[in-house]
């Protein structure tokens, strides 16, 4: 018979054979000829498309489905992807990015965070099954790193873990929270000592270290006035390095850089996996950071050793000196508690291609006219070499000009022109891919955490129903016993 009748869950359709063999390799195109009845338990309302899209030969998707559950079912009954129609593309694959963009979410959430702790079984085992087997694996290898080290007895694990949680954590405890709070406020507090320690005007006379040369370089205006205006070496620098700074700005920085190097020294030695300590980003920082500042106060009590001719001693301590700037970086620490933050650095971590496309675009579009303005300036003195060239054009592209370079003939003004536009449109296409990931990661984020509250509310509300159905039983047994007494 040509006529073949499906029962899928209940639901009986019918149709011709010839319609079934109308797309080739299905799964329904492969039945078995002999029979004219067959039975599936799965669901009819998709069944009814898959039916369709033998009778049109196109793929529509539903939009009261989900469309990664009617991808299920396409694959299910092995019907090709390109007979999906293009109308549909955008509905299809929007749930797909989606999907990305919660497992990214999912595998980089605060596992200690006191707002996710409510039926963590559940919330596991749905993540579990959200995220891929790969997935999963790199997932389980992260949450490792929150874990305690084996081969330590059982006593020792739990201090240094919990001290671990402390300094790591925030959202583990109050306590650690207070902590965090406590280590940003030293980062504030060590950026405004080193904004006022290079201030010039605040050094006062020499006290950390009594060396003849430097005396006589202070005292003796006249070897003053000739480094400053006959070896033009720039008065800032002198008065940085020959004078001391305040007393009270000593002890402060003092005590950060204490406080900094016992922090970091500390939360080193209580990491349950060293191996992954190196690993974070962060560390590292804090690692350079501890360095560069213990090198700068040696040096500081050490003026001895800069003199004015030993430019390397004098460039190390710059140096290290400068570097101490980035001890503001520290405060990224708030990711772990400001979801907004931890938002933005995961969307500069997954726009590394959009970032590298916006470096390799720059670079070129900067040697281009760099190249292209020396040649027009070529019968001018305001572009001297190559490289002067091309940081004109890195300032052009980025709409600074600051006019210390500019063309002078009516073929410069041209490529300045192109530049200028150039810089605008190769700065402004990457962005928008890297704005959009932002966007698209707080956007889900937000449902993310939406979500969560829901379960959250939906679990404390069964725990307080199942509290006053026991609590209810107890009474009754009671007043059962009083009674039978």
């Known amino acids: 018979m040509d006529l073949v009748e499906f029962d899928i869950g209940g639901t009986i359709f019918k149709t011709k054979r010839s319609t079934l063999k109308s797309i080739d390799g299905s799964f329904l195109s492969n039945l078995d000829d002999t029979k004219d009845k067959y039975f599936f338990d799965t669901d ?8 369709n899209a033998h009778r049109k030969g196109i793929i529509h998707v539903p939009r009261d489905v989900c469309p990664l559950l009617f991808k299920e079912e396409i694959l299910f009954w092995k019907l090709p992807l390109t007979l999906v129609a293009p109308c549909c593309w955008k509905y299809m694959y ?6 990305d963009t919660y497992k990214i979410l999912l595998q980089n959430r605060n596992k200690y965070d006191s707002c996710n702790k409510v039926d963590q079984t559940k919330a596991e085992a749905c993540i579990a099954h959200f995220i891929s087997s790969d997935d999963e694996k790199r997932t389980s290898d992260r949450s490792n790193t929150n874990g305690i080290v084996d081969g330590i007895s059982e006593n020792e694990q739990t201090m240094a873990f919990r001290i671990w949680l402390l300094l790591d954590e925030p959202g583990s405890s109050t306590a650690a929270k207070i902590w965090c ?20 005007s605040v050094r006062v006379s020499p006290y950390l270290t009594k060396d003849v040369e430097l005396d006589d370089v202070l005292e003796d205006q006249q070897l003053y006035d000739y480094l400053v205006y006959i070896a033009d070496i720039n008065e800032k620098i002198i008065r940085l390095v020959l004078l ?7 002890c402060l920085d003092l005590f950060c850089v204490v406080f900094f190097v016992l922090e970091t020294i500390v939360h080193f030695l209580v990491c349950p996996i060293k191996r992954k300590y190196f690993l974070n980003v962060y560390n590292w920082l804090k690692i350079f950071l501890c360095i560069a500042m213990l090198v700068s106060v040696v040096l500081e009590f050490r003026k001895d050793l800069l003199k004015v001719n030993d430019y390397a001693i004098g460039e190390m301590y710059h140096f290290f000196k400068s570097c101490c700037a980035l001890r503001l970086l520290l405060i990224f620490r ?10 933005m650095l995961l969307s500069v971590r997954y726009s590394v291609k959009e970032l590298l496309l916006l470096l390799f675009s720059f670079l070129i579009a900067v040697i281009v006219y760099g190249c292209l303005i020396f040649a027009s300036e070529i019968e001018s003195t305001m572009f001297a070499s190559p490289q002067i060239s091309m940081w004109w054009s890195l300032i052009t592209m980025t709409t ?21 536009i150039n810089g605008i449109i190769v700065l402004a296409l990457p962005i928008a891919a890297i704005a959009s990931t932002f966007s698209n990661l707080y956007s889900r984020n937000a449902e993310f955490q939406k979500h969560l509250t829901e379960v959250r509310k939906q679990t404390l509300d069964t725990i307080s129903k199942d509290n006053i159905i026991h609590h209810t039983d107890d009474i009754s047994t009671v007043s059962c016993e009083e009674n039978a007494k």
């Open 44 to 51: 009819p309302v998709l069944f009814r498309h898959v039916l």
């Open 94 to 99: 929007e749930a797909e990015s989606d999907k």
């Open 181 to 200: 709070y406590f280590y940003i406020f030293m980062v504030v507090l060590s950026v405004v000592v080193y904004i006022i320690w290079l201030d010039p």
């Open 244 to 250: 001391d700074p305040h007393q009270a700005l000593l």
């Open 334 to 343: 708030l990711h772990k508690i400001y979801d907004a933050l931890h938002i």
């Open 400 to 420: 600074i000009g600051y006019g210390d370079f500019y063309p002078t003939t009516t073929r410069g003004y041209v490529v300045g022109i192109l530049c200028a």
